[in-house]
């Protein structure tokens, strides 16, 4: 496993980054809450597949964000559902949502925790699924520790899944993606200034400091595999949430791809792995 490198006041800037942000993206036309609130999910087609019925079963979120999946998965008819962030702004938020949705406590937990801290943190002793993405593990230098940190806390016969942004992404060139322009394997962190947000680019901001990791693909499903769990399959996918490159489409799905007639590559993956029962 690589060892990444960064500095050592890596979780204090991205939580400050974090908490600015969280109500830039409540507000936000991105995450427009108040679709969410009529439809109440926001899950993926790929995920919903991959993941399966979880009606009845128990789901813990690590990085939830303010909640919005993992409120859908209790929609979806998961008998318990608990979301972890290490953003109190972004918990406080999650659970007013979760409130204003008739979720009380028992069923629509929310807990404010760093990832690596889960086990300690969370109310429950074990999940039987532990979902986590989207734009989740690049902010995360050690992913040995992530992943044993996850083993730790699914049931026996239950699994992890893992849907993410391809890290091939981070090493293209960001208008054509074409161009291979940064190294795969780079083990120093990203440590940048960028004002705004993915949600409002041109929105005022303060904290605007940023450290994340580029995990080769290889490095994720080690981690995964190390820490005990039975790889079920790794997929890639041709499209991606939001616009990466400028010359992606938007598809009648929402999603983005390279035009057709262009050579694809994967813009996406998704895993799953299941903890020996």
């Known amino acids: 496993m690589r060892k990444q490198t960064g500095p050592d006041d890596w979780r204090e800037a991205n939580r400050a980054r974090w908490d600015e942000r969280v109500a830039i993206h ?15 999910d926001v899950i993926r087609d790929f995920e919903a597949a991959e993941v399966g019925d979880v009606t009845g079963r128990s789901l813990l979120h690590l990085q939830c964000h303010f909640g919005q999946d993992t409120l859908s998965w209790a929609h ?21 949502l979760a409130a204003e949705l008739g979720y009380g406590p028992d069923r629509a937990a929310f807990v404010a925790a760093d990832v690596y801290d889960a086990a300690e943190a969370v109310p429950d002793t074990a ?15 050690d992913l040995a520790a992530w992943a044993e940190t996850a083993a730790s806390l699914i049931t026996p016969g239950g699994f992890l899944y893992l849907a993410e942004f391809h890290p091939l992404g981070d090493v293209l060139d960001e208008t054509s993606g074409s161009q291979v322009t940064y190294d795969y394997f780079r083990r120093e962190a990203w440590d940048e200034e960028t004002p705004g947000s993915y949600t409002d680019f041109g929105a005022e901001t303060v904290h605007n400091r940023s450290v994340e990791w580029l995990h080769p693909l290889g490095d994720v499903v080690s ?12 997929h890639e996918h041709d499209m991606t949430l939001f ?20 050579p694809r590559v994967p813009l996406m993956y998704s895993l799953k792995a299941t903890k020996p029962a």
């Open 26 to 40: 409540t507000a936000s036309d991105y995450y427009d809450q108040s679709a969410f609130r009529r439809t109440r």
């Open 76 to 96: 979806r008819g998961a008998a318990r559902v608990v979301g972890l962030d290490f953003s109190e702004p972004a918990i406080e938020a999650a659970r007013d």
């Open 127 to 141: 999940y039987d699924i532990v979902y986590t993405g989207i734009g989740a593990v690049n902010w995360l230098p």
């Open 223 to 234: 981690a995964v595999a190390a820490a005990g769990l039975r790889i079920e399959f790794l």
């Open 243 to 262: 616009q990466r490159f400028g010359v992606l489409r938007r598809g009648e799905d929402g999603c983005y791809r390279f035009p057709e007639g262009r």
